[in-house]
């Protein structure tokens, strides 16, 4: 994946925090010194992190974790980023400030504070950078787990992390599932139509949006089914859009109710670009939800905006 610039130097733009670290050094017990000068500076709020991120973001164009995301949401991603740890330990890079996560469409997505150079002995990896809170939750879930360790309390193991799943996602049984092949065939159509005329589509929402895409559901799940060029050329992590429909968030309430809805970024829990607000309208068949049109924009929504994207989604129905 192309980033924007991967060599940025986090001491060199934060003058003030460097030198306010610099000055505190000496009253950090071990423990603390043993870490990275960037993590003690954030976990000691010295280096405030909101603004890091934005400012690591914009530098390197890379995507971002919320800091705001649950601990029930963490959970689910334990078992697959323990699976991606096996995978590729034969990679020494791995640290509690660079973890594996998981891999998708041939690519491994890595989580850490800063982009490391060691990260590009590995082809086809995406770079999301992680707020310390959640690195050192993976970093006891993975880096320390030991495999007979996992022999041993596999049994245990499997009942905490279905503790923090939804159960129900693993075998849905829900209104909006489709239960016969004609269904099934009509809601395929919907698919190829959008997949057919994307380009002008995304023609059409750029000129209300900066960026477009469309998320079909798949098992009750939020997913990317296409993005605009600008959006693809960026490598933006499709993984953030993934959203869990039976829990409460923005896609949550436009599944239900069939309305349009305008949120800001920060409630989705997603940093793009500039972007500050997302329209979303729900992509129908009949009285049935089968995913949503997504328009972003750095400024206020109007009602324009929204009326063209629920035209884009009759038209596509």
């Known amino acids: 994946m192309n980033y924007l610039n991967t060599t940025v130097n986090w001491e060199e ?8 670290l610099e000055e505190k050094m000496k009253t950090f017990d071990q423990d603390s010194l043993n870490k990275s000068k960037l993590r003690i500076a954030l976990e000691n709020n010295i280096l405030e992190w909101s603004k890091y991120e934005n400012w690591f973001c914009s530098e390197t164009g890379c995507s971002s974790f919320k800091s705001n995301i649950t601990p029930s949401q963490l959970e689910g991603f334990v078992q697959i980023a323990q699976q991606t740890y096996e995978t590729f330990s034969n990679h020494d890079i791995w640290d509690e400030s660079l973890i594996p996560l998981f891999t998708w469409d041939q690519q491994i997505f890595v989580m850490g504070l800063h982009y490391p150079t ?16 959640i690195l050192s939750f993976f970093s006891q879930k993975v880096l320390a787990l030991e495999i007979h360790e996992m022999d041993e309390k596999s049994d245990s193991m499997t009942k905490s992390m279905l503790d923090g799943i939804d159960m129900s996602l693993l075998a849905p049984k829900i209104d909006f599932s489709i239960p016969h092949a004609k269904e099934q065939q009509e809601k395929n159509a919907i698919w190829e139509f959008i997949s057919e005329r994307h380009d002008e589509y995304s023609f059409e929402a750029k000129k209300h949006f900066s960026a477009y895409m469309v998320l079909e559901i798949s098992q009750s799940k939020t997913k990317v089914f296409k993005m605009d060029p600008d959006l693809e050329n960026d490598g933006i992590n499709k993984f953030i859009f993934e959203y869990n429909l039976i829990g409460e968030n923005p896609f949550h309430k436009v599944f239900q109710t069939g309305l349009s809805e305008s949120f800001s970024l920060t409630q989705l829990g997603i940093t793009i670009r500039n972007y500050k607000y997302a329209c979303i309208t729900a992509l129908q068949r009949g009285n049935q939800v089968v995913g949503f049109l997504v328009g972003f924009k750095e400024a206020h929504l109007s009602e324009k905006d929204q009326s063209l994207l629920e035209d884009l989604a009759k038209e596509s129905a």
């Open 13 to 20: 733009f934060f003058i003030q925090e460097a030198l306010e």
């Open 118 to 133: 060691k990260l590009m002995a590995i082809e086809n990896h995406v770079f999301i950078l992680a707020p310390p809170h």
